[in-house]
Nanobody
Framework: QAQLQESGGGTVQAGGSLTLSCVAS????????MGWYRQAPGKERELVAA?????GPWYADSVKGRFTISRDKDTVSLQMNSLKPEDTAAYYC????????????WGQGTQVTVSS
């Protein structure tokens, strides 16, 4: 079993920046892929950015050029710049490997609120 712990959420004015971090602990051996999802009230959870083993980073169109995902061993970070009110959501760290059964873990989530 692996555990994911997010940090770094908060409230910021539009145009500001925040950095989210997610640290994995426990049995992290299968965590080949790591990424960030977000869910705004009344909306479905969506993938924001991900680092997939053997591939470059992936970004949703809505955050390209503003967000940067990075990974250092068992920590994945999301640098968010030029934040917009529509970025307001609960952000969730996800880690695992779709090719490995039962290797799919989620953090508890961290709230990001962008005021206009």
């Amino acid at each position: 079993q692996a555990q994911l712990q997010e940090s770094g959420g908060g409230t910021v004015q539009a145009g500001g920046s925040l950095t989210l971090s997610c640290v994995a602990s426990g049995d992290t051996g299968c965590l080949n892929d790591m990424g960030w999802y977000r869910q705004a009230p009344g909306k479905e959870r969506e993938l924001v950015a991900a680092i997939i083993r053997g591939e470059g980073p992936w970004y949703a169109d809505s955050v390209k050029g503003r967000f940067t995902i990075s990974r250092d061993k068992d920590t994945v970070s999301l640098q968010m710049n030029s934040l917009k009110p529509e970025d307001t959501a609960a952000y969730y760290c996800n880690a695992g490997d779709s090719d490995i059964i039962l290797c799919d873990y989620w953090g508890q989530g961290t709230q990001v609120t962008v005021s206009s």
